[in-house]
């Protein structure tokens, strides 16, 4: 099979940050279960809705400095431990008059209130000093959106990546994001600690006519859009929010000027599946593709990307970068926006947004020639899937899975898993795999590549980080070819 035979014994040698199961809270018995017992390889006992399944794991690459003082540090200090939740689901208590920092810890909210909180729209950013973060505004009027009786969050780190998972299994919703982090690890950290309520709140600023979700009609398209525009809302607030902090530490802390992270970010609301991303990371959906996707002649599974990949070498971001800095002939440099990054949108990194930001940096390090920013977008694209019979299960990864398997590899490994352990963790099996595949590549035996420390070790990978989400009713292997 595709990247060697399945690790047996993956406690061993493979640390992997993370692994989670999001399961019924009821057990054969019809008892409720303790969350904190579910373990990755226990029973599915979910009884209907469009997923079944979750599972995460990540493995680091890059060493990482510690976080630094934006926010006080309490991105990193407070809200992101007691967020993580490495072997479960940690069943957090939802109430109607949630604000939309509730879930995140009472100090962080101070440390916001004693900042100047960001303007609403980035022309305001360099001219309005008002405290008026909009994330800390009134509970919004949606009393439906993951309000239910209890949800269950986990996260996780790994390097310069974060993940975050919110399930609400009362209201058959599921919020997954991956934030791979770049320069630094502050921008992921801050996504990590506010996206998932940024987005919470935008929904809820929504006009539901009263009825609570489950009763909307999900096949709307106008419903579908107000909810995309919503997200892009929330990551466009985020944006604000990230630089206007980053303008505030960035005479002690230039380096902060630098440090973006890429976005991908997967909502489920009961069968519709919203997609959101800014940068290289992807969702890839195995379906067999009765929708239009098309499929082979012997059936099996096909990989669908559900993302754009915004980087150089995709040739349209290419042209369209271009297009925007005509009198610019340094636009791309070794293959690189501004000779810096191959990512064309991202958060943060506003040193190839703002002039004034780049001036903080000094030497080498400082972009010449900066013409015409901003160079990187914040602009994600957005698309909603609506999830039939034919769609079995979708992974998101950082960039660092793709380095190794692509899209086909990806279906196949995750496929071919399931289907012998119905049980297990396809996420953890996935890192499992890309590490003997790097390996392999520069001539190491696992062990030895695992033995290197992280830092000197991201020049055999990056940080890898993956989330595998099954979709449909206990539809692990039912329908999907066995020829592989």
């Known amino acids: 099979m595709l990247g060697g035979q399945v690790i047996t014994d993956p406690a061993g040698e493979i640390k992997i940050s993370f692994g989670y199961h999001c399961n019924n809270s009821t057990d054969d018995s019809g008892e409720e279960s303790d969350v904190s017992d579910i373990r990755p390889g226990s029973k599915l006992r979910r009884a209907n809705g469009s997923f079944s399944c979750l599972s995460g794991a990540a493995l680091s690459a890059n060493a990482t400095l510690a976080n630094t003082n934006i926010c ?203 997609v959101l991303n800014a940068g290289d990371s992807r969702a890839v959906l195995a379906t067999s593709g009765d929708q239009g996707f098309g499929t082979n002649s012997d059936g099996q599974l096909q990989a669908v990307q559900l993302t754009i990949s915004h980087t150089v070498d995709n040739e349209s971001e290419k042209i369209q970068l271009l297009k925007k800095h005509p009198d610019d002939r340094s636009t791309i440099v070794g293959g690189k926006v501004k000779g810096k990054l191959k990512v064309t949108r991202a958060l943060g990194v506003g040193y190839l947004k703002k002039k004034s930001m780049n001036d903080a940096l000094m030497g080498i390090l400082r972009v010449r020639n900066l013409i015409s920013p901003p160079y990187i977008s914040v602009q994600p694209s957005l698309t909603v899937h609506e999830i039939s019979s034919s769609d079995h299960f979708v992974v998101l990864g950082s960039d660092g899975l793709f380095d190794f398997f692509n899209n086909d590899d990806v279906v196949k490994l995750v496929y071919s898993y399931i289907l012998h352990h119905p049980f297990g963790d396809p996420a953890k099996f996935l890192v499992e795999q890309l590490v003997m595949r790097a390996a392999d590549s520069a001539g190491f035996s696992k062990e030895e590549l695992m033995s290197i420390p992280a830092g000197r070790r991201r020049k055999y990978h990056d940080d890898v980080t993956v989330i595998v989400i099954i979709l449909g009713m206990n539809k692990r292997t039912s329908k999907a070819s066995t020829r592989l």
């Open 72 to 274: 006080n540090g309490l991105l990193g200090a407070e809200i992101l431990p007691a967020l993580d939740s490495p072997t479960s689901f940690r069943r957090i208590l939802s109430s109607p008059s949630f604000s939309k920092l509730d879930l995140l810890s009472s100090s962080f909210q101070s440390s916001l209130s004693n900042l100047s909180c960001s303007p609403s729209s980035p022309s305001e950013l360099a001219e309005d000093n008002s405290c008026s973060l909009r994330s800390t505004s009134a509970p919004s009027r949606c009393e439906s959106f993951l309000n239910a009786t209890e949800v269950k969050i986990a996260g996780g780190a790994a390097g310069e990546d974060r993940v975050q998972a919110v399930c609400s299994e009362e209201n058959d919703s599921l919020f997954c994001a991956v934030y791979d982090g770049f320069n630094g690890r502050d921008a992921a950290d801050f996504l990590a600690g506010t996206l998932y309520e940024t987005i919470r709140h935008y929904l809820g600023l929504l006009d539901w006519d009263g009825l609570p979700y489950l009763e909307v009609e999900k096949s709307c398209t106008s419903f579908k859009q107000r909810v995309l525009n919503s997200m892009e809302q929330a990551l466009i607030q985020a944006e604000n929010d990230f630089l206007h902090m980053v303008e505030q530490e960035k005479d002690n802390r230039p380096d902060l000027v630098s440090i973006g992270s890429c976005v991908l970010v997967v909502l489920l609301l009961g069968k519709n599946m919203y």
